[in-house]
């Protein structure tokens, strides 16, 4: 839930499997968290892969009938783009990472600002490990578990301390948000920290009043 560039609250499920079943109530759970209900939404967003295509499937489904339920509109974002996001003005090139299925790792390169200057591509570790940009900003699952190894390449790499993804999760399936009145689609930029710095994981649920 966003209001502007702030983040009122957020719900993370990662149980596997479970989306088409706990997605909804994540979503309600929220609203009563803080208080409001579909009638002061402005907006819903969900992210359109890459991703699992059952929890895409279920994400973008669950938007949509919130949408047609409550008259409200609905944006699709790119999953990668969405991490960018979170990191945008953090370094002169941001990487977003994803988990692709076989071991691959899909990689989305970005501007200071976020704005995406090649297709994603689909690459194996070993890879992605020999082409790392300097003075970049990391971001998702991949990085956190490749860390060491960037790190060792790349000394000046910044990581992002958003908590990742479980490691079975192929992606942010089935994630809906949603926006209040006056707020944007947009994320608050997520903390960053050196390559060397401990990682600290942030809470699975957070709401602000």
């Keep these: 839930m966003v209001e502007g560039d702030e ?40 992210t359109i ?17 919130l949408s047609l339920g409550s008259s409200r509109p609905v944006a699709g974002i790119p999953t990668l783009d969405a991490l960018a996001h979170r990191i945008r003005g953090a370094a002169p090139r941001l990487v977003a990472l994803m988990d ?3 071991d691959g790792i899909t990689v989305g390169t970005y501007d200071r600002d976020a704005r995406q200057i090649e297709e994603p ?28 190894q960037i790190a060792q390449a790349r000394p000046d790499a910044l990581f992002s301390r958003a908590r990742p993804l479980s490691r079975g ?25 050196p390559a060397r710095a401990a990682h600290r994981p942030c809470s699975k649920v957070e709401t602000r009043r």
Aim: hydrophobic share 40%; net charge positive.
């Design 7 to 46: 983040t009122r609250g957020e719900v993370r499920v990662t149980a596997p499997d479970a989306h088409s079943t706990r997605l909804l109530g994540a979503i309600d759970f929220l609203l009563s968290a803080l208080g409001l209900s579909m009638s002061v939404i402005d907006g819903l967003a969900v």
């Design 169 to 193: 999760q192929r992606g942010p399936a089935g994630h809906a948000g949603v926006g209040g009145r006056g707020g944007s689609h947009g994320r608050r930029a997520a903390s960053l920290v």
């Design 100 to 102: 692709a299925y076989r």
């Design 49 to 65: 892969g890459p991703g699992s295509f059952t929890g895409l499937r279920v994400g973008i489904a669950t938007a949509q009938g």
């Design 121 to 148: 591509r689909l690459m194996r570790p070993d890879e992605l490990l020999a082409s790392l940009p300097a003075g970049a900003a990391f971001i998702g699952e991949p990085a956190s578990r490749y860390r060491t």
